[in-house]
């Protein structure tokens, strides 16, 4: 009688613990920074805070001091008073209150609309609707300062030179806002959730308030950031409809510090930073829930 061998099986190779842990890690664990990134993260961090430091200094100098080679790199002890000075020279109160209301309006109206014609863009079919696409596209391309002189003809024609709803009207509408929205809608929100609200028999404006303005809130709180940011920096359409005395916006209550023979560079510098501080306060205080908007958005799609 013969009996027969068998082999049994080899045993599975088991890789080491430091490999253990490396794949550990490849398969989504936590993942810690070297040095070297925290030394590249420091460097980014101080060079983009390096031009408001340095804002800081120089409306805390004279132009004497300015002037000098080098440069001051540390602060001097005229601050709150070139602060004080901006403030009142430049009719600061009132440009802040103006600038909130031109770029919260334009900011609330951009969205708002932004997101319904992104909503029709994306998910809605209708005859002509890529034709029309590629037309607010277009506009894109569109250099601005071509629109000024016609623009301004018809602010004049009405009437609204120094005038607040000159620099609101115009700003209402954003084709990169309708674009922004509709590339994220596309992703975020699937069909199969409209189909179902449409045979539920939820009207069009029902399907926007209770489905799209919720899927579409981190865009949305993106969008409004970005707008809210562009309309505050806008200088030239304002300083061509608005007046220092009258009713100015930010950017133009600046622009009048600079005036005479010899502007004072660090008054400037102080109305710029005065002219600062809002945004990084809005920074501040959103900015998380901005983040966490982008990141959350990110997952969705």
Same mark, same amino acid.
């Given at each position: 009688? %013969?009996?027969?061998?068998?082999?049994?099986?080899?045993?599975? +190779?088991? #890789?080491?613990?430091?490999?253990?842990?490396?794949?550990?890690?490849?398969?989504?664990?936590?993942?810690?920074?070297?040095? @070297?990134?925290?030394?590249?993260?420091?460097?980014?961090? @101080? *060079?983009?805070?390096?031009? &408001?430091?340095? %804002?800081?200094?120089?409306?805390?100098?004279?132009?004497?001091?300015?002037?000098?080679?080098? #440069?001051?790199?540390?602060?001097? *002890?005229?601050?709150?008073?070139?602060?004080?000075?901006?403030?009142?020279?430049?009719?600061?109160?009132?440009?802040? @209150?103006? %600038?909130?209301?031109?770029?919260?309006?334009?900011?609330?109206?951009?969205?708002?609309?932004?997101?319904?014609?992104?909503?029709?863009?994306?998910?809605?079919?209708?005859?002509?609707? *890529?034709?029309?696409?590629?037309?607010?596209?277009?506009?894109?391309?569109?250099?601005?300062?071509?629109?000024?002189?016609?623009?301004?003809?018809?602010?004049?024609?009405?009437?609204?030179? +120094?005038?607040?709803?000159?620099?609101?009207?115009?700003?209402?509408?954003?084709?990169?806002?309708?674009?922004?929205?509709?590339?994220?809608? @596309?992703?975020? &929100?699937? +069909?199969?959730?409209?189909?179902?609200?449409?045979?539920?028999?939820?009207?069009?404006?029902?399907?926007?308030?209770?489905?799209?303005? #919720?899927?579409?809130?981190?865009?949305?709180?993106?969008?409004?950031? &970005?707008?809210?940011?562009?309309?505050?920096?806008?200088?030239?359409?304002?300083?061509?409809?608005? %007046?220092?005395?009258?009713? #100015?916006?930010?950017?133009?209550?600046?622009?009048? &510090?600079?005036?005479?023979?010899?502007?004072?560079?660090?008054?400037?510098?102080?109305?710029?930073?005065?002219?600062?501080?809002?945004?990084?306060?809005?920074?501040?205080?959103?900015?998380?829930?901005?983040?966490?908007?982008?990141?959350? *958005?990110?997952?969705?799609?």
């Amino acid at each position: 009688m %013969t009996t027969t061998l068998t082999k049994p099986p080899a045993p599975q +190779d088991t #890789p080491p613990p430091k490999r253990r842990r490396s794949m550990a890690k490849r398969a989504g664990g936590h993942l810690h920074a070297g040095p @070297i990134a925290y030394i590249i993260l420091a460097l980014f961090t @101080i *060079g983009s805070l390096f031009p &408001l430091v340095w %804002t800081a200094i120089a409306a805390s100098r004279d132009n004497q001091r300015l002037a000098e080679t080098p #440069p001051p790199f540390w602060f001097g *002890g005229g601050l709150f008073d070139k602060l004080e000075l901006a403030w009142e020279n430049a009719n600061m109160g009132e440009a802040m @209150i103006n %600038t909130t209301l031109v770029a919260g309006t334009s900011a609330v109206t951009i969205v708002f609309l932004s997101t319904i014609a992104g909503f029709a863009f994306a998910k809605l079919r209708f005859r002509g609707r *890529g034709a029309l696409m590629l037309l607010v596209i277009g506009t894109m391309m569109v250099p601005p300062q071509l629109m000024i002189i016609p623009l301004y003809m018809m602010v004049a024609e009405l009437g609204w030179t +120094d005038q607040l709803q000159a620099v609101i009207l115009p700003s209402l509408v954003n084709a990169f806002g309708v674009f922004f929205m509709r590339q994220y809608l @596309i992703q975020a &929100l699937p +069909d199969e959730i409209i189909e179902a609200a449409r045979v539920d028999g939820a009207s069009s404006w029902r399907v926007v308030w209770h489905i799209v303005f #919720p899927a579409a809130r981190p865009a949305m709180a993106v969008l409004g950031m &970005l707008m809210f940011v562009q309309t505050w920096n806008d200088f030239l359409w304002p300083f061509l409809v608005l %007046t220092q005395t009258g009713n #100015p916006t930010v950017q133009v209550a600046v622009a009048g &510090l600079g005036r005479g023979f010899t502007p004072d560079q660090s008054l400037i510098m102080a109305g710029a930073l005065l002219g600062t501080l809002p945004l990084l306060v809005v920074f501040t205080i959103f900015g998380k829930q901005i983040v966490g908007g982008i990141m959350q *958005g990110a997952v969705k799609g």
